[in-house]
C-alpha cells in the first residue's frame, strides 16, 4: 500500500504556519496603529498644555480666569516633567512641576533636582520636548513627557500574546506529532493484524481440508468435493491480495444486486462456521431485487469484517445468530448486521471505526475502520452501529444509493 501522507502533511504545516505569521503581524500592525493614534492623543494632550502657559505667560498679569488649565491637568495621565529654559525644573506655583512621577520626600531637595534630571534625559529619550515660546520666539519653559501604562501595556502585549500563541503551537505540534506517530503505529499494526485476520480464515480451511483428504484417499466423491472446497479458499486468498492491492486507490464499481452479493459471502462462511467451534446460524432476509454500485471485492470485504466481528463477539457455549437484513427504500438500500453477541458499551461505539480500536486479542484493531473508508470514501455510503446492548447484541447498519432510483431520475 502506499502512503501518500507526507507531502499533504507538510503543506499542511507550512499553510499552519504561514497563517500564524499572518495573524502574529496583523497584531502588531493593529497594536502599533492603537499605540500610534494614543500618543497622537497623548501629544495633542501636551501641546494644549503648552498652549495654556504660553496665554498665561503672555495674558500681561491681567486678571484671567485661568481655571481651564486645571482640566488640561487632569487629562494627563502619562509622567511629565515642566522644566523652564536651562531644564530647571519649578516645583512651586501655578504650571510647575511634575505629573505621575513618585518622588521620594525623604530626598533633600538637591537629591530631588538630580533625580528630575535623571527623569528628564529618560523622557528625551521617548519624546521631544515641546516648547513654550513668547511671541519673539524666546523660550520660556520646556515639557518633557513620556508614554502612559496604558501605551506600554499595549506596546508589550502582541509580544506576550505571539510568544504565548508559539508556546500553544510548540506544545500543540509535539502533541500532534506524538499522536500521529502513535495512530501511524496503530495503523500499521493494525494493518499487520487485518491481514493475519483477512488470510487466517482460507488457510485454517486449507489446513482442515489437507486433514480431510487424508482421512479419504480412497473416496473420489469426496475428494472432488475437498478439492472444490479448497478452490474456493485459493479464490479467497487471491481476493485478499486484490483488496489490499485496491486501498488507496479509486475502485471501479459496477451495478451489482446487493442480495446475491451477501449471498456469496454468506455462502462461504456457512461451510465455515462449525470451524469456530462454536454453535452458530448465519440467516439472510430482505428484498431481492436490490440493486447499487459497488466494487465487489471490496464490498465483500466490508460484510466479511462485520461477521466476524459477530462471531467474535458470540462467545463459546452460546447458541449464537448472525442476521443479515437487506431493506429496498427509495433513495437507499439499508443493510442490517445483527448479532446477539456481547454488545457494545455506549462509551465504546463512537470508538469501534477509530484506527487501532481493539478491545480484544483480533478483529476491530483495523477491520471496521477500512470498512468504514470502503463504505464512505469509495462508495458514498455510510456505515454506522444502528443499536447495541451489553449482553444482547448489535446491529451495524450499512446505507447505500439504490442504483434503480438513481437511474429513474436521471
Known amino acids: 500500500m502506499k502512503m501518500k501522507g507526507g507531502p499533504t502533511s507538510v503543506n499542511l504545516k507550512l499553510i499552519l504556519l504561514i497563517i500564524a505569521f499572518v495573524i502574529a503581524g496583523g497584531?502588531?500592525?493593529?497594536?502599533?496603529?492603537?499605540?500610534?493614534?494614543?500618543?497622537e492623543r497623548e501629544t495633542n494632550i501636551v501641546e494644549l498644555y503648552a498652549s495654556s502657559l504660553k496665554y498665561i505667560a503672555t495674558s500681561g498679569g491681567e486678571a484671567q480666569d485661568y481655571t481651564f488649565i486645571f482640566d488640561i491637568i487632569r487629562k494627563i495621565d502619562f509622567p511629565l516633567i515642566l522644566t523652564d529654559a536651562n531644564n530647571n525644573t519649578n516645583l512651586n506655583g501655578l504650571g510647575s512641576g511634575v505629573?505621575?512621577?513618585?518622588?521620594?520626600?525623604?530626598?533633600?531637595?538637591?537629591?530631588?533636582?538630580?533625580?528630575?534630571?535623571?527623569?528628564?534625559?529618560?523622557?528625551?529619550?521617548?519624546?521631544q520636548p515641546?516648547?513654550?515660546?513668547?511671541p519673539d520666539s524666546t523660550v520660556i519653559q520646556k515639557i518633557f513627557y513620556g508614554e502612559s501604562s496604558l501605551i506600554k501595556k499595549l506596546r508589550f502585549y502582541p509580544y506576550f500574546q505571539i510568544?504565548?500563541?508559539?508556546?500553544?503551537?510548540?506544545?500543540?505540534?509535539?502533541?500532534?506529532?506524538?499522536?500521529?506517530?502513535?495512530e501511524q503505529s496503530n495503523i500499521w499494526v493494525g494493518m499487520a493484524k487485518e491481514t493475519a485476520h483477512q488470510l487466517g480464515t482460507p488457510i485454517s480451511s486449507l489446513l482442515g481440508w489437507t486433514e480431510i483428504l487424508k482421512?479419504?484417499?480412497d473416496n473420489p466423491d469426496k475428494v472432488i468435493d475437498v478439492a472444490d472446497e479448497m478452490n474456493s479458499d485459493l479464490i479467497r486468498l487471491n481476493k485478499v491480495a486484490q483488496r489490499f492491492s485496491k486501498i488507496g486507490s479509486k475502485p471501479e464499481l459496477k451495478k451489482l444486486n446487493v442480495y446475491n452479493t451477501v449471498a456469496?459471502?454468506?455462502?462461504?462462511?456457512?461451510?465455515?462456521?462449525?470451524?469456530?467451534?462454536?454453535?452458530?446460524?448465519?440467516?439472510?432476509?430482505?428484498?431481492?431485487?436490490?440493486?447499487?454500485?459497488?466494487?465487489?471485492e471490496l464490498f465483500e470485504w466490508v460484510l466479511e469484517n462485520l461477521i466476524k466481528n459477530a462471531l467474535d463477539a458470540i462467545e463459546k457455549g452460546k447458541e449464537g445468530e448472525i442476521r443479515i437484513d437487506i431493506f429496498k427504500n427509495d433513495?437507499?438500500?439499508?443493510?442490517?448486521?445483527?448479532?446477539?453477541?456481547?454488545?457494545?458499551?455506549?462509551?465504546?461505539?463512537?470508538?469501534?471505526?477509530?484506527?487501532?480500536?481493539?478491545?480484544?486479542?483480533?478483529?476491530?484493531?483495523?477491520?471496521?475502520?477500512?470498512?468504514?473508508?470502503?463504505?464512505?470514501?469509495?462508495?458514498?455510503?455510510?456505515?454506522?452501529?444502528?443499536?447495541?446492548?451489553?449482553?444482547?447484541?448489535?446491529?451495524?447498519?450499512?446505507?447505500?444509493?439504490?442504483?434503480?432510483?438513481?437511474?429513474?431520475?436521471?
Do not use: C
Open 163 to 182: 510568544i504565548s500563541a508559539m508556546f500553544f503551537i510548540l506544545i500543540a505540534y509535539i502533541s500532534f506529532s506524538y499522536v500521529k506517530k502513535n
Open 264 to 296: 456469496n459471502v454468506s455462502e462461504y462462511f456457512q461451510r465455515r462456521l462449525p470451524q469456530t467451534g462454536k454453535k452458530i446460524s448465519l440467516k439472510i432476509s430482505g428484498d431481492k431485487s436490490t440493486f447499487s454500485m459497488l466494487n465487489a
Open 27 to 39: 497584531t502588531l500592525f493593529y497594536t502599533q496603529n492603537l499605540v500610534n493614534k494614543l500618543q
Open 99 to 127: 505629573r505621575n512621577i513618585e518622588i521620594d520626600t525623604t530626598l533633600s531637595p538637591k537629591q530631588i533636582q538630580k533625580f528630575l534630571s535623571k527623569k528628564i534625559k529618560e523622557l528625551r529619550g521617548i519624546n
Open 331 to 410: 433513495d437507499t438500500i439499508d443493510i442490517d448486521v445483527s448479532d446477539n453477541g456481547k454488545g457494545i458499551d455506549v462509551k465504546q461505539r463512537k470508538d469501534v471505526f477509530r484506527p487501532g480500536y481493539s478491545t480484544k486479542q483480533r478483529g476491530w484493531g483495523l477491520g471496521l475502520s477500512l470498512a468504514k473508508r470502503i463504505v464512505e470514501n469509495y462508495h458514498k455510503g455510510k456505515i454506522f452501529v444502528l443499536r447495541s446492548e451489553p449482553g444482547a447484541g448489535t446491529t451495524f447498519r450499512i446505507s447505500l444509493e439504490n442504483a434503480d432510483e438513481n437511474i429513474k431520475r436521471s
Open 215 to 217: 482421512m479419504h484417499p
Open 130 to 134: 515641546i516648547v513654550v515660546t513668547l
